[in-house]
């Protein structure tokens, strides 16, 4: 599999600094869409693309959808794993977005079999990152939205059973790990199970927020 690597950290964050420039968004996503059009079959140019137009919305302070954003990012992922089959964050930024969307656009069997795809590049590496939880994470997740606390319980307990975790740090990327701990950490506070929250916030200080 393609693991997260220092590249991946440098084009996260330098995406997360454009959309935060003082500048017309409209005119930013067009220079964007220029390196896309210019670079067909250039990984990074795909996702920057793709990447940029999901921070437009999730960063939207209103509740208007801009649907043709979130087709272009959705695209512009699946583009790039066409290319690269392997490449296990691309996957997740692709299951961000598909949890992300309103409930008249989710794709509840697109984010399992997502998730089900980065189960499968994570089974065929040697080494246990800490980032592996992420799907097992936002997949419990998604279960409990849906109150099959059952299916929630089985994925926290698959997180359980990894076993040598190596902890590597990536300041921007790691972020977005955090996200979807705390996340998950807040709706099980919510459904007042402790015990599950507290298992949570256990990976949350030995595997992600550690120093």
Not at 150 to 168: C, D, G, P, Q
Request: charged fraction near 25%.
């Amino acid at each position: 599999m393609k693991y997260i690597d220092l590249n991946d950290e440098k084009m996260v964050t330098t995406i997360n600094l454009t959309i935060n420039i003082p500048l017309n968004k409209t005119k930013l996503a067009d220079e964007f869409k220029k390196h896309y059009e210019s670079n067909p079959k250039n990984i990074e140019a795909i996702f920057s693309y793709g990447f940029f137009n999901f921070l437009l919305e999730a960063n939207k302070k209103d509740a208007n959808i801009n649907a043709e954003r979130i087709k272009i990012a959705l695209n512009c992922y699946n583009e790039a794993i066409s290319i690269q089959p392997n490449y296990w964050m691309i996957y997740m930024f692709k299951g961000f977005l598909l949890r992300e969307l309103p409930e008249i656009m989710q794709d509840s069997a697109g984010f399992l079999q997502t998730m089900e795809k980065m189960f499968i590049l994570q089974g065929s590496s040697k080494t246990n990152f800490n980032y592996f939880l992420v799907p097992y994470i936002m997949t419990a997740d998604y279960y409990l939205t849906i109150n099959d606390k059952l299916s929630a319980n089985k994925y926290i307990e698959k997180a359980l059973k990894l076993n040598n975790i190596e902890k590597v740090q990536f300041k921007c990327l790691n972020e977005y790990f955090k996200a979807v701990i705390v996340s998950f950490k807040k709706r099980l506070l919510h459904s007042q199970d402790m015990c599950m929250a507290n298992i949570i916030m256990d990976f949350y200080e030995k595997f992600i927020n550690f120093v």
